[in-house]
């Protein structure tokens, strides 16, 4: 038989939302790439996705339910049928309900599929109706998100195309050659454009290595240079007072809280020297269009709330709006203002922050948790104070479901795991929330094994659970026309006639031109009072640096090239390493591929060391999304991240992480001794 290609697109958590042309031949997937449906994806893939085969047809895919037929943890399970792991699942949360009440039971799901079909559907009717407990999905975009909503409304933002216009482009704690590879390319066009480009990050990513400035601050700092631009644009006299008078609220507020950080101050906290401050200050203030990218990186800290709302305050008190590739970018998830009225209004049921899992596993509460139902999500892998989480998950009396497409590290601890069909096998719809999207997911291959949908699963469950109304949506099918009828405008018709839709304001708005600040006059508000009461030091300022004489390297865990978060982990790569600036590892004593332990107070991770003056002297780094198995003692950069929440959102201190790290003696009989993990039988 020949082979077909067929069109869909990739629902995963990345900004681009690539279109694909799939080749497939007899129901089975010959290759993945990209097609130019979606134009600013370019007509190519990541090579993360063009890989997504080893997933579909790999050793840890997950072929049909089966339940644990030894200790949690170590991955032994037993095949059973569809209908006996529901009845198992429906008796053990029916019993959780009668003896500890709903709250008892904890659904976990987070960022394994962005499609607005494999989650907030069905699963959460069913959940909903259940009377559960809420989870907190603040691991990512938490600060960040709080303060776009709280200044902007979360105003649609800056695309990609519209990068070629600037003539100032910040890239502020963000690395687009590893997460929206598509954005490289409009920021090299704008260049060559005669765009200056800067780069804030404290390792030298691909892009700062071509910039016309690298400024490496200390993890933590941002808030702090940004807030010295501030004090630079107003005592300067190049703040915009016509643009704020007419376009915003509390701007003085913010000038007061400014005005103690000149550049010598925030070049002492960050480490950066003051010339580089005053050079992008300057540059700032002097340039236009100018386009700040606020990425996720500067927020995974203590300070990332107030550093998100000093960098997104800047377009508006210097006056940058108003002009293609003037404002600034970082997401655009709400801009289709998407409603789900199937959900009805939020239960008043308690909420789990999920960097609190492990906590909320161990410490007493009322109720407990005795039962937890994860899908779209791999908290073992992903969550800080891991080796709690661990502990959390290894509790006997804890009734544990995993709904995933592979054997995860998380799913090594279920008591029922049940196998989930991968985005091409299934009905979605793609979002965006870079460019401007939002396309079909069609299946385009056989399903594999005895593999499930999320509406497919989870409109069984409400079923058994007896939590719908005679008549209501209980499968894909009815969900995904329900999700079309609930798109707004004519999106709906768009996707059917063509696979994908434009929003009402076109795929290029320009802000404060084509769209406004959706807070309830129009305005930016620069000084949220509900945003004041929340900061524990108030808006616009600065905590501390949690070093200490004991741990004084700051850990952080960026994205990496290998994983879309943790997806994709459980594919062979090579030999992980902390990367450590020189200096750093020779007052220690340490060579290049050393074995090594990094510890602190909560754990400690083997690995080999990287020598490399691509970060920033008292930094290192350790990617994020790994699974146990890339280091040696089965301890990820998520065992050293205390579970402290930001400044704003409850979001995570990933960064926060202050660690030693030394030479691992007797390094050989230790990986020796590491056991590899389990498969399921």
Known sequence: MENVVVDTACPLDCPDSCSLAVTVSEGRLVSIDGSTLNAPTGGYICAKVRKFGDRVYGEARLRHPAVRSGPKGQARFSRVTWDEAFEMIVGRLNEVREKWGPEAILPFSYGGSNGLLTQDTLDAVVFRRLGASRLGRTVCAAPTGTAAQAMYGKMPCVTYEDYPDARLIILWGVNPSTSGIHLVP????????????????????????????????????????????????????????????????????????????????????????????????????????????????????????????????????????????????MSNSSAWNITRPWLGPEPATRIVNMNKLGRALMDPSDPPIKAMFVYNANPVATLPDQQRVLQGMARDDLFTVVFDQVMTDTAAYADVILPATTFLEAYDFAKGYGPLSLQLVRPVIDTVGESRSNPEVFGELAKRLGVLESGETDNELDMLLQVFQALPGDAGTQIGDTGRAVPAFGLRPVQFVDVMPRTFDGKVDLFPDALE??????????????????????????????????????????????VMNPADAASRGLKQDDPIRMFNELGEVQCAVKIDDSIRQGTVSLPKGLWRKSTWNQSTANTLVPDSLTDLGGGACFNDARVQVALLENASSQRKDAKPQGTSS
């Open 533 to 578: 009461a929340e900061a524990p030091t108030g808006l616009y300022t600065y905590q501390d640096d949690p070093s200490s004489e004991r741990f004084p390297l700051a850990l952080i865990s960026p994205a990496s090239d290998k994983t879309i978060s943790s997806t994709l982990g459980e594919l062979p790569r090579p030999g992980v390493a902390v």
């Open 186 to 329: 409009y920021v090299r066009q704008a260049q060559k454009q005669g765009a200056r480009l800067i780069v804030i990050d404290p390792r030298a990513t691909p892009l700062a290595r071509h910039a016309d400035l690298h400024i490496a601050p200390r993890p933590g700092t941002d808030v702090a240079i940004a807030l010295s631009m501030h004090r630079y644009l107003f005592e300067e006299g190049l703040a915009d007072a016509g643009f704020m008078a007419a376009h915003t609220r509390g701007a003085e507020r913010l000038r007061g809280r400014a005005a103690a950080w000149t550049i010598e101050r925030a070049a002492e906290i960050s480490g950066v020297p003051e010339a580089a401050i005053h050079q992008l200050a300057q540059d700032y203030a002097s340039t236009s269009p100018a386009l700040v990218r606020c990425g996720w990186g500067l927020e995974r800290n203590r300070n990332g709330g107030n550093a998100a709302m000093a960098i997104l305050a800047l377009p508006a008190v210097a006056g940058k709006f108003g002009v293609r590739g003037g404002g600034y970018s």
